[in-house]
């Protein structure tokens, strides 16, 4: 049975507290792995590491921190098949998606290398004209701690790591639970001087104690909503910085001049990928009623294509992370159908181990159900039929969270009506494109905190102004 420790200043440390707890392979239901279930002297030792390598982390000139970093991308590249089997152990994620999401990781992770090497750490801001001279530096905070999700756990830490270690900051990474064998082997990976990175096993005995220390300059928390609130109190009462992305509803307008069967296919996809354990997956599906027939039709077809599977190369529909998320999707599906809903197909668990949930469709769903205001996190589709475009967006702003959309579309004025959806990404006729300079902000219960391009770098830095007179001799 493997034992993971924490990795501390370097080197795996035993866990202050001698109690473990079991990481299950979702896929078969057996304990694979068993980590420190954490607690507070834990969170306290990683975040002392942290703060005794910042002043030399910070002190690095810029391109050799890079440097550091484009090594460290480039032994992760040669991992990449490694890591995605470690995803698909510990939260059943199939290999080929996990690899194809991770390179993405990485690439990120290589932008955001490049992207420091232009941002204005450094800035002569002295207006035309002006008497003596103005520079802003951006210095690090200093210690930031990042929790991230099960779901996404390379990804996540990839996509968060660069702006947060390029500034000059070091870091205390807690990955969940569910899912800490990936992490553990990036942190490895990571050809970076001690205590730069450190990592930080368990449950939340280990992750509240991290978020509420006094030294910690920044939380960057990806997870529930629930969590997420603790977080901001924590840090508010510190007067310190939280970046938080935390549940989605995510809607699907479909409009009536699309390609039906390629936009089946799509929210298909959008809906039921990584058994539709995505933040951004498709979870309420407003079509309109010109296309509304055929695209169900289009939609079932294609969900009866999502087949369940063991195999972890296969890249069909693999588990759910644990019976308790498989309750929810459970409860949620039945619940609707118990209040009116149809279903169309799938809505029931499979009589095999694994927490597996086959591609679901239902359809009379109506806004006060459970399914249509709650995270469900599980490959169901909920199509609700509407009679114009303006009613799918009355109907898209009627949850509280607000992280992402997508819009199927091609009349212009219908276009032109996008911005009035509440999200921080809306997505125009293709789910999850994007471009490299996108900047956005969950709206709602799904977070806070600008992210992405410079936005990223601005959160991971602190602005202060070197104010000149004329007399000085600036050198």
Sequence with gaps: MKRLSNIIDGTPVEAADPELRGVVNPATEQVVALIPAGSAADAAAAVESAQAAHAGWARLDLEDRLGRLSRTADLLERHVRELAELENREMGKPVPLAEQFIAGGIASFRLDIERARSYPFVADVTAPGESGRTVVIR?????????????????SILGALGPLLAAGNTVVIKPSEKAPLSAARLVELCDLPAGVVNLLLGDARAGKPLAEHEAVKLVHFTGSVEAG??????????????????????????????????????VATSTFLNSGQICTSSERIYVHRAVADEFIAALVAEAEGWTMSDDPYSPGLGPLVDDAQRRIVHDHVHEAVDRGATLLCGGGQPDRPGYFYPATVLTEVTSDMRIMKEETFGPVAPVTVVDSFAEAIDLANTTSFGLAATVYSSTPENL???????????????????????????????????????ASFDAATRPVSMLYSPSTNHG
């Excluded at 210095?139 to 990804?155: R, S």
């Excluded at 009536?256 to 799509?266: E, G, L, Q, R, S």
């Excluded at 490299?436 to 969950?442: K, T």
């Design 416 to 454: 032109r009506r996008c911005r009035e959806i509440n999200a921080a990404l809306v997505w125009i006729n293709e789910w999850q494109h994007g471009g490299v300079n996108m900047v956005y902000e969950p709206w709602g219960a799904s977070g806070m905190g600008a992210a992405g391009a410079a």
């Design 139 to 155: 210095e690090p905070l200093g210690v930031l701690a990042l929790i991230v999700p099960w779901n996404f756990t390379v990804t």
């Design 229 to 266: 609130r603790s977080v901001a109190v924590a840090a508010a009462k510190r007067l310190q910085r939280t970046i938080l992305e935390l549940g989605g509803n995510d809607p699907v307008l479909v409009d009536a001049d699309v390609d039906v069967a390629a936009t089946a296919k799509a």
